[in-house]
């Protein structure tokens, strides 16, 4: 599989279903992280997408599973995933995917396939909505049953499992934010919210921007992982709730109606927890070069965290070129504020929420 | 058959005229190309007269057609007709080789690719074209060997095949030159430069005109760079080789014998001309003779060009007397500093730049003494006892109360100086700004070699643009050109202020920003309309090109402009103008010390970081004097951690119980100390094995103190195991 684009946060579901499906782990086969060295070498010309890095890598990966292996690869599974999973699922208006997600692997299939080229008949790209466990189910059965040889039951069998397993990661990648958070609460020291897509998380898309921030010493919690432990969503958004703006710790239609794009709305969320919760003394906003979906959340991001006195810093337009003297200027900014100012944010950020604390209430009870 | 006794086709290039007259059984009569200087109608007005004396070319009887990319402006005047040069190339490759079905047309300031594809009778044509950058054209190519120094005949000779490849950036000539450079710098012989380069070329037309489609065989190369560079042509063999055997395409041949360079090619678009109306119902636009041409480069010209050009840099003169009255520089000069002067202390801060280092000395109240600038020899350590010399010499070496440093030399300096305070530059200007401005929301700061934008919130950077790869809105781009017009650099103001009308140039790319000019002043615009249509478009370079910045309105509305070029304020008008453009009511400011904004800011800081009755860091004038150093740049230094490979610097400074390294490759001795510089990552700061386990250790060592969830989701989520089996 192509380690671009929705499987960076799939990844456990398709893990899980080709496990299940019963593929020996040494024959699943993923792409490596992106990297420009990829896309030179197996992408050649076979541009996806013109403007977003990110959908055009897909072609480097897909290259890579084709061209790039010492034995032929007997399928190759690029899924057209039209809708996510997402934990603020059934608060918003949808979870859709972006629609270059699927577009990317259209025009990448094409390219590879028009010209009687080496991916016919190996390259599997499905539509999937996995936002719909009911639908991916009976979509997943009809186009995976007769290429993996397998019955249909067993194909949702799979499905299954491979919920389970997304679940399981993505519940154990919150306990470990939790950790930290509760860690930064005992200690009252500062931790950095990272707030971006997925797929910033390839050190080819990403540009490993934050390593430096945490060689000096800032924990990173990223907002597909904040945690959403129940005590400790109802204390941050405790004035919200009593105020009346929202429903419930996970609610976000007071600031963003038009919820459809999950990326986008977790990303939303993830700004409202971050300018919330105090131990998170600045929050980095990544960005790829001229992604759409993006593009209207901006503003909105960088006015909810400032006016909770965050300190709040973007590194947009990313794209296949490292710009390693400007970045190092920027994170070198950010350490200087964050150093500067975390104390006295933190302090303030804390008195605006009501004394009783369960980070630190928990911690009062273990010791 | 045509309908004409005789069929002209004139293109008119960005560099070339050619034309081709044919009868009307399509036999060619004649052709001829030439250079037309940027005076394209001159050439063309000169090519029908020969052509009419010659080759009895008739009006009212004989046809003519045009295309290029300079034909739009002369068709009119002719009563001719524009066939757009890719369908009159496409429609001449068709009809003389039809068994081609890829071609790829490089010129100089353009690139295309064209497939055409046969099913049945049916046909098709797909174009791509890319004339925005100039990555990938001939200009790219030849700027580069320009650089290095080749002349036209030796570049056509250079090769490609067999020769080792170096990574150059395809997306930009700027980019790429900087790379040359590099290699040039640590000792990669020029062909293998060139090879590299060709290599890049073919790269980015693959990469960004082909679209996923596989050029097939048999391919035409056309254009100039195709024609005469032959490692050109062989790094397109080496590239479709590979890509066909890797694609699996049936060759029907060798592989060489299917990529053609015709030689007439220079002709293709003309001939394509009248192969489109033959196609056709015959019938082309009749000749109407060249008097009308003639009469608008005697006369209408000029006439056009005002009414093209937009109005100067001002409309009234109230309107200028009011800005000048605003904006001309109001910041007290700093005080005469005398030997011996009675500040009983200085603070001092630095800002150690790309080209220039600055410092300045303010009292402990935050009065401006002095200041002192120096070009930058390339070494911060030299620069640094060169600024304190002069220091100690106009203040009488007074006594340092705090140091603060800034800019790219900082790090290297902090503790050979003996700094109180290292900042980075953008809390340098901040800082400054913010002291004299405290309600700033952006800072803009145009330099010599760099533009920075900063966008302030609550008193911090939030976001900040580095332009330092593209000389685009850069402010030594406006000073070569005045150099080349033979224009002081203090002059280039009243000069375009005197324009009362301008040429837009275009904004972007610096590379064509610089033929653009070219273009313009052949077209007979004078020297100050050039100098203010070059202000004009700065900020629009600035702000869009470089900076990136589209919404004006979440930028804020105060905006303080520093940086040397801001102290033009013909450039000021403009981005003053500018600015309101976009956000009517924002308040622009100047900052009183443009060029020392960074200087001020490290000064302020260090004064705050030195408490009260603490005591500054600082060696000591007697100590930076002594200051001895000596760097390396060699295959010794670079660094071997990483595929990266940093060519690393080593500078190796005497100082007392310096550690030295004597088992280093480049051996240094007890009493000197080394600082490793041109490193990206702390790996680079090493030199032993050991030393890197070490690092490699405390990083690891820090994913557990600090961990980071995106790295952990990272490195556990793609497992080939099922998490709880």
Same mark, same amino acid.
């Given at each position: 599989?192509?380690?671009?684009?929705?499987?960076?946060?799939?990844?456990?579901?398709?893990?899980?279903?080709?496990?299940?499906?019963?593929?020996?782990?040494? #024959?699943?086969?993923?792409?490596?992280?992106?990297?420009?060295?990829?896309?030179?070498?197996?992408?050649?010309?076979?541009?996806?997408?013109?403007?977003?890095?990110?959908?055009?890598?897909?072609?480097?990966?897909?290259?890579?599973?084709?061209?790039?292996?010492?034995?032929?690869?007997?399928?190759?599974?690029?899924?057209?995933?039209?809708?996510?999973?997402?934990?603020?699922?059934?608060?918003?208006?949808?979870?859709?995917?972006?629609?270059?997600?699927?577009?990317?692997?259209?025009?990448?299939?094409?390219?590879?396939?028009?010209?009687?080229?080496s991916g016919n008949g190996r390259l599997l790209t499905p539509?999937?909505?996995?936002?719909?466990?009911?639908?991916?189910?009976?979509?997943?059965?009809?186009?995976?049953?007769?290429?993996?040889?397998?019955?249909?039951? %067993?194909?949702?069998?799979?499905?299954?499992?491979?919920?389970?397993?997304?679940?399981?990661?993505?519940?154990?990648?919150? %306990?470990?934010?939790?950790?930290?958070?509760?860690?930064?609460?005992?200690?009252?020291?500062?931790?950095?919210?990272?707030?971006?897509?997925?797929?910033?998380?390839?050190?080819?898309?990403?540009?490993?921007?934050?390593?430096?921030?945490?060689?000096?010493?800032?924990?990173?919690?990223?907002?597909?992982?904040?945690?959403?432990?129940?005590?400790?969503?109802?204390?941050?958004?405790?004035?919200?709730?009593?105020?009346?703006?929202?429903?419930?710790?996970?609610?976000?239609?007071?600031?963003?109606?038009?919820?459809?794009?999950?990326?986008? #709305?977790?990303?939303?969320?993830?700004?409202?927890?971050?300018?919330?919760?105090?131990?998170?003394?600045?929050?980095?906003?990544?960005?790829?070069?001229?992604?759409?979906?993006?593009?209207?959340?901006?503003?909105?991001?960088?006015?909810?965290?400032?006016?909770?006195?965050?300190?709040?810093?973007?590194?947009? %337009?990313?794209?296949?070129?490292?710009?390693?003297?400007?970045?190092?200027?920027?994170?070198?900014?950010?350490?200087?504020?964050?150093?500067?100012?975390?104390?006295?944010?933190?302090?303030?950020?804390?008195?605006?929420?009501?004394?009783?604390?369960?980070?630190?209430?928990?911690?009062?009870?273990?010791? | 058959?045509?309908?004409?006794?005789?069929?002209?086709?004139?293109?008119?290039?960005?560099?070339?005229?050619?034309?081709?007259? !044919?009868?009307?059984?399509?036999?060619?009569?004649?052709?001829?190309?030439?250079?037309?200087?940027?005076?394209? /109608?001159?050439?063309?007005?000169?090519?029908?007269?020969?052509?009419?004396? $010659?080759?009895?070319l008739t009006p009212g009887r004989d046809a003519l057609l045009?295309?290029?990319?300079?034909?739009?402006?002369?068709?009119?005047?002719?009563?001719?007709?524009?066939?757009?040069?890719?369908?009159?190339?496409?429609?001449?490759?068709?009809?003389?080789?039809?068994?081609?079905?890829?071609?790829?047309?490089?010129?100089?300031?353009?690139?295309?690719?064209?497939?055409?594809?046969?099913?049945?009778?049916?046909?098709?044509?797909?174009?791509?074209?890319?004339?925005?950058?100039?990555?990938?054209?001939?200009?790219?190519?030849?700027?580069?060997?320009?650089?290095?120094?080749?002349?036209?005949?030796?570049?056509?000779?250079?090769?490609?095949?067999?020769?080792?490849?170096?990574?150059?950036?395809?997306?930009?000539?700027?980019?790429?030159?900087?790379?040359a450079n590099t290699l040039l710098k640590t000792g990669v012989?020029?062909?293998?430069?060139?090879?590299?380069?060709?290599?890049?070329?073919?790269?980015?037309?693959?990469?960004?005109?082909?679209?996923?489609?596989?050029?097939?065989?048999?391919?035409?190369?056309?254009?100039?760079?195709?024609?005469?560079?032959?490692?050109?042509?062989?790094?397109?063999?080496? *590239?479709?080789?590979?890509?066909?055997?890797?694609?699996?395409?049936?060759?029907?041949?060798?592989?060489?014998?299917?990529?053609?360079?015709?030689?007439?090619?220079?002709?293709?678009?003309?001939?394509?001309?009248?192969?489109?109306?033959?196609?056709?119902?015959?019938?082309?636009?009749?000749?109407?003779?060249?008097?009308?041409?003639?009469?608008?480069?005697?006369?209408?010209?000029?006439?056009?060009?005002?009414?093209?050009?937009?109005? /100067?840099?001002?409309?009234?003169?109230?309107?200028?007397?009011?800005?000048?009255?605003?904006?001309?520089?109001? /910041?007290?000069?700093?005080?005469?500093?005398?030997?011996?002067?009675?500040?009983?202390?200085? +603070?001092?801060?630095?800002?150690?730049?790309?080209?220039?280092?600055?410092?300045?000395?303010?009292?402990?109240?935050?009065?401006?003494?002095?200041?002192?600038?120096?070009?930058?020899?390339?070494?911060?350590?030299?620069?640094?006892?060169?600024?304190?010399?002069?220091?100690?010499?106009?203040?009488?070496?007074?006594?340092?109360?705090?140091?603060?440093?800034?800019?790219?030399?900082?790090?290297?300096?902090?503790?050979?100086?003996?700094?109180?305070?290292?900042?980075?530059?953008?809390?340098? *200007?901040?800082?400054?700004?913010?002291?004299?401005?405290?309600?700033?929301?952006?800072?803009?700061?145009?330099?010599?070699?760099?533009?920075?934008?900063?966008?302030?919130?609550?008193?911090?950077?939030?976001?900040?643009?580095?332009?330092?790869?593209?000389?685009?809105?850069?402010?030594?781009?406006?000073?070569? +050109?005045?150099?080349?017009?033979?224009?002081?650099?203090?002059?280039?103001?009243?000069?375009?202020?005197?324009?009362?009308?301008?040429?837009?140039?275009?904004?972007?790319?610096?590379?064509?920003?610089?033929?653009?000019?070219?273009?313009?002043?052949?077209?007979?615009?004078?020297?100050?309309?050039?100098?203010?249509?070059? !202000?004009? +478009?700065?900020?629009?370079?600035?702000?869009?090109?470089?900076?990136?910045?589209?919404?004006?309105?979440?930028?804020?509305?105060?905006?303080?402009?520093?940086?040397?070029?801001?102290?033009?304020?013909?450039?000021?008008?403009?981005?003053?103008?500018?600015?309101?453009?976009?956000?009517?009511?924002?308040?622009?400011?100047?900052?009183?010390?443009?060029?020392?904004?960074?200087?001020?800011?490290?000064?302020?800081?260090?004064?705050?970081?030195?408490?009260?009755?603490?005591?500054?860091?600082?060696?000591?004038?007697?100590?930076?004097?002594?200051?001895?150093?000596?760097?390396?740049?060699?295959?010794?230094?670079?660094?071997?951690?990483?595929?990266?490979?940093?060519?690393?610097?080593?500078?190796?400074?005497?100082?007392?119980?310096?550690?030295?390294?004597?088992?280093?490759?480049?051996?240094?001795?007890?009493?000197?100390?080394?600082?490793?510089?041109?490193?990206? !990552?702390?790996?680079?700061?090493?030199? $032993?094995?050991?030393?890197?386990?070490?690092?490699?250790? $405390?990083?690891?060592?820090?994913?557990?103190?600090?961990?980071?969830?995106?790295?952990?989701?990272?490195?556990?989520?793609?497992?080939?195991?099922?998490?709880?089996?």
């Open positions: 599989m192509p380690k671009a684009l929705s499987l960076w946060s799939t990844h456990r579901f398709w893990l899980g279903l080709l496990l299940e499906l019963g593929v020996k782990p040494r #024959n699943i086969v993923l792409s490596s992280d992106t990297s420009e060295a990829q896309f030179r070498k197996y992408a050649k010309g076979r541009v996806a997408v013109e403007t977003c890095y990110p959908a055009k890598c897909l072609s480097g990966h897909v290259g890579q599973l084709l061209l790039g292996q010492r034995r032929p690869l007997d399928l190759i599974l690029c899924p057209m995933v039209y809708s996510l999973p997402s934990f603020i699922a059934g608060r918003v208006q949808d979870t859709l995917s972006c629609s270059r997600d699927m577009g990317a692997v259209e025009s990448m299939k094409s390219s590879f396939l028009d010209e009687g080229g539509l999937v909505s996995l936002g719909e466990p009911a639908i991916a189910e009976r979509q997943l059965a009809e186009s995976l049953a007769e290429p993996f040889g397998v019955r249909r039951r %067993d194909v949702v069998r799979a499905v299954r499992a491979g919920y389970r397993e997304l679940r399981e990661f993505d519940s154990e990648m919150r %306990d470990r934010s939790m950790e930290i958070l509760s860690c930064c609460a005992r200690q009252g020291s500062p931790c950095i919210g990272v707030l971006g897509r997925p797929y910033h998380m390839d050190p080819g898309i990403g540009h490993r921007i934050v390593d430096t921030l945490q060689r000096q010493g800032y924990p990173l919690l990223w907002n597909q992982y904040f945690p959403k432990d129940e005590a400790l969503l109802r204390w941050l958004f405790a004035p919200d709730l009593k105020a009346g703006f929202v429903s419930d710790p996970l609610d976000i239609s007071d600031v963003w109606p038009a919820s459809f794009s999950s990326n986008t #709305n977790e990303i939303v969320w993830g700004a409202k927890f971050a300018a919330r919760c105090p131990w998170i003394s600045c929050v980095v906003r990544l960005s790829s070069y001229e992604c759409g979906m993006d593009q209207p959340t901006h503003t909105p991001v960088q006015r909810m965290v400032e006016a909770s006195g965050t300190l709040f810093f973007k590194f947009g %337009d990313l794209d296949a070129t490292k710009p390693s003297g400007s970045i190092a200027i920027r994170t070198e900014t950010v350490l200087h504020y964050l150093a500067e100012r975390s104390e006295s944010i933190l302090s303030q950020k804390r008195a605006r929420l009501p004394p009783q604390c369960p980070l630190t209430q928990i911690q009062a009870e273990v010791g | 058959m045509s309908a004409h006794t005789l069929t002209c086709a004139v293109d008119v290039g960005s560099t070339t005229c050619k034309y081709v007259l !044919c009868d009307n059984l399509g036999v060619r009569v004649t052709q001829a190309y030439e250079r037309h200087y940027t005076r394209q /109608a001159e050439k063309v007005l000169e090519f029908l007269r020969v052509l009419e004396h $010659d080759f009895n045009m295309t290029g990319s300079g034909a739009g402006s002369i068709a009119p005047l002719l009563k001719s007709r524009v066939i757009q040069e890719v369908v009159a190339v496409a429609a001449a490759v068709e009809a003389m080789h039809p068994d081609v079905r890829f071609v790829s047309e490089i010129g100089g300031e353009d690139m295309k690719t064209l497939f055409l594809t046969r099913t049945g009778s049916a046909r098709s044509r797909q174009v791509y074209m890319q004339n925005a950058c100039s990555g990938g054209t001939g200009t790219f190519i030849e700027k580069i060997a320009a650089k290095l120094k080749l002349s036209a005949e030796a570049l056509s000779r250079m090769r490609y095949l067999g020769l080792p490849l170096h990574r150059i950036s395809s997306k930009c000539g700027i980019f790429a030159e900087a790379d012989p020029i062909d293998e430069i060139i090879a590299s380069l060709f290599e890049a070329v073919v790269l980015q037309n693959l990469s960004t005109l082909t679209r996923g489609k596989t050029p097939m065989p048999s391919v035409l190369l056309l254009g100039g760079p195709n024609q005469f560079f032959q490692g050109l042509r062989e790094a397109w063999l080496h *590239h479709l080789r590979t890509m066909w055997k890797e694609r699996g395409v049936s060759l029907d041949g060798e592989a060489k014998d299917l990529i053609r360079i015709p030689e007439e090619a220079l002709y293709y678009a003309a001939m394509g001309c009248i192969q489109t109306v033959s196609e056709g119902d015959g019938r082309a636009p009749v000749y109407r003779g060249t008097t009308e041409l003639a009469r608008w480069i005697a006369e209408g010209r000029e006439l056009r060009k005002r009414e093209q050009g937009g109005t /100067a840099l001002w409309r009234t003169a109230e309107e200028l007397a009011s800005f000048e009255h605003r904006y001309t520089r109001t /910041a007290p000069a700093p005080a005469a500093p005398r030997a011996g002067c009675s500040h009983a202390a200085l +603070v001092i801060g630095c800002d150690f730049g790309s080209t220039t280092a600055k410092a300045v000395c303010m009292s402990p109240d935050g009065e401006l003494l002095d200041s002192v600038y120096a070009l930058s020899h390339g070494n911060p350590i030299e620069d640094a006892r060169a600024l304190f010399a002069t220091i100690r010499e106009r203040t009488g070496a007074a006594p340092v109360r705090a140091l603060g440093l800034t800019g790219y030399g900082k790090n290297l300096l902090d503790s050979v100086i003996g700094a109180d305070l290292a900042i980075v530059e953008t809390v340098a *200007h901040a800082t400054a700004g913010l002291h004299f401005f405290p309600d700033t929301d952006c800072i803009c700061d145009v330099g010599g070699t760099d533009v920075k934008i900063m966008l302030l919130r609550n008193g911090a950077v939030y976001d900040f643009r580095l332009n330092s790869q593209c000389s685009s809105g850069n402010g030594a781009f406006l000073q070569g +050109v005045a150099e080349r017009f033979g224009i002081a650099l203090d002059d280039i103001a009243a000069r375009a202020f005197a324009a009362r009308s301008m040429p837009r140039l275009a904004m972007g790319c610096g590379v064509f920003l610089q033929s653009d000019i070219v273009n313009q002043q052949r077209k007979g615009w004078s020297v100050d309309e050039i100098l203010a249509a070059l !202000c004009a +478009v700065l900020p629009r370079n600035v702000w869009l090109y470089a900076g990136g910045i589209n919404n004006f309105a979440q930028v804020g509305r105060k905006y303080v402009l520093q940086g040397g070029t801001h102290r033009n304020l013909a450039v000021v008008k403009a981005q003053v103008d500018f600015i309101r453009s976009k956000v009517p009511e924002a308040e622009i400011v100047v900052h009183p010390y443009c060029g020392e904004a960074g200087a001020i800011g490290a000064a302020l800081a260090a004064k705050r970081s030195v408490g009260a009755g603490a005591k500054s860091r600082f060696r000591g004038y007697r100590a930076m004097e002594a200051l001895r150093f000596k760097s390396t740049t060699s295959a010794d230094t670079q660094c071997r951690w990483c595929e990266n490979q940093c060519q690393r610097t080593f500078v190796d400074v005497r100082v007392p119980g310096g550690p030295g390294r004597p088992r280093s490759k480049v051996p240094l001795q007890p009493g000197w100390d080394r600082i490793i510089v041109n490193n990206s !990552c702390p790996k680079g700061l090493i030199e $032993d094995p050991k030393e890197v386990k070490q690092v490699n250790e $405390d990083i690891e060592c820090g994913n557990g103190a600090y961990p980071d969830v995106g790295k952990l989701a990272h490195e556990l989520a793609f497992r080939r195991q099922a998490a709880r089996r």
